[in-house]
């Protein structure tokens, strides 16, 4: 599963080789349009993580017949939910250019179907999760990074698309991965099964777990589509893009250790065995982390050279490392959030979700302050360093919360 994700992260990173191609003008905005979209990740990984849950309860009870009914009910719910929000947002779609200051409508378009296909594949992902079927998983993580590295490069490189291309490649490649998710679960989700689905017991446990994932992901995410909202200069922009970008891939090689903790402390509790898997993975994580800080703070050059062979994007350097030590302590929090999730500990969810709100809107507080800095990195810096402070004290609050008594 790590040596799976490891690679699709590689692949994705290339993405932004390629898209780099596009220009000063298009690159941030389908960089700033990924992780936009990165938002909805939020109730998809909610989504995963109850699939995950129940798929390894219902593995030890022999219980497939209610993860078939509940696959298909809630595929079907959130088809619908999505057509809710693409009928919105595309009414609004002149107000939504403005604001993200992307004129080429038509990538909001493609934005908007890229939010189904973010949606769905975490049902069928949550199954396999659950089931300990790691290596299908990371088949799915390859598939995924390799098939967007591939259509991106067709459509960049050989057709010379910018940002709709690139956007329609990106839905192109996350479809044919949510295919594929389908057909590795079908013997779960096509069992035949009578009656019908219950909603409210299961929309009472999607609620927590939507806010606890969305207490780390909007720390994670929310940066860039801020930076492309806030700043006018198209190759400012292209840098704090090519910063976070080098320093965001860490995250992609930590992520695993966590997607594998999740089931196992899940079945542990329902067979009522003790685990100290938790603990072994926020050492895990911590070692990667702060060995990847190390080294990205002695060559912070290296991974902008490799992923954009620009020399203007060298410039970017100083940023990489603030960035990385940025995202070591979120990615201890979201070790430790998705523990507390696991044992439905939901104590902690006021503060936790209180830290994101205070980190978003200390950001819009400070935007008109930011604008006006007359060194760039300097604001970029503040942004940065915002994140890592909030995202410090977001871990702090789940590590109380882990290991108090009570």
């Given amino acids: 599963m790590g040596v799976a ?12 080789t390629v898209a780099q191609r596009m220009g000063d003008e298009a690159y941030p905005a389908f960089a700033a349009l990924l ?20 798929m390894a309860a219902a593995a030890i009870a022999s219980d497939t017949q209610t993860m078939a009914r509940t696959s298909r009910a809630v ?10 929000f693409a009928v919105l947002s595309l009414s609004l779609l002149s107000p939504l250019s403005a604001f993200l200051k992307i004129p080429n409508k038509t990538a909001l378009v493609f934005m908007i179907l890229l939010v189904l296909t973010t949606l769905l594949p975490p049902v069928f992902k949550g199954l396999l999760q659950g089931q300990h ?8 993580a390859i598939l995924d990074g390799i098939g967007r590295l591939v259509l991106v490069c067709l459509v960049v490189l050989i057709f010379q698309r910018k940002l709709t291309g690139a956007m329609s490649a990106v839905v192109a490649s996350q479809g044919v991965t949510l295919v594929v998710a389908i057909g590795l679960t079908r013997k779960v989700w096509r069992i035949p099964v009578g009656g019908s689905f219950h909603w409210k017991p299961w929309i009472d446990q999607l609620i927590p777990l939507t806010i606890g994932v969305a207490s780390f992901s909007l720390l994670s995410y929310f940066d860039l589509p801020f930076v492309q909202s806030v700043f006018l200069d198209k190759h400012n922009k292209m840098l704090y893009t090519g910063g976070q970008a080098a320093g965001f891939a860490l995250v992609q090689f930590i992520t695993p250790i966590a997607s594998v903790m999740f089931p196992r402390v899940v079945q542990s509790l329902a067979r009522g065995e003790k685990t100290n898997t938790m603990a072994l993975t926020v050492g895990i994580t911590a070692l990667v982390g702060v060995l990847g800080g190390v080294f990205l703070t ?3 050059k290296l991974p902008l050279y490799i992923m954009f062979r620009d020399r203007e994007m060298l410039q970017a350097s100083p940023l990489v490392p603030l960035y990385v030590w940025a995202m070591i302590p979120i990615t201890l929090a979201t070790v430790l959030i998705l523990n507390l999730l696991a044992h439905a500990k939901y104590k902690a969810l006021p503060w936790l979700i209180s830290v994101a709100i205070l980190y978003v809107a200390t950001l819009e507080l400070l935007a008109n302050h930011l604008v006006h800095m007359e060194n760039i990195f300097d604001a970029f810096r503040t942004i940065i360093y915002v994140m890592g402070g909030f995202g410090t004290l977001l871990c702090a609050i789940a590590a109380w919360f882990t290991w108090k008594k009570n």
């Fill in 35 to 54: 992780k936009l979209t990165m938002i909805f990740i939020i109730p998809a990984t909610a989504l995963q993580t109850i699939f995950t849950r129940q």
């Fill in 75 to 84: 595929t079907k719910g959130m088809v619908l939910l999505w057509l809710v």
């Fill in 133 to 140: 079927r790691f290596g299908s998983l990371g088949f799915l």
């Fill in 5 to 16: 994700t490891l690679l699709g992260g590689v692949f994705m990173m290339f993405v932004h």
């Fill in 298 to 300: 002695l060559f912070p």
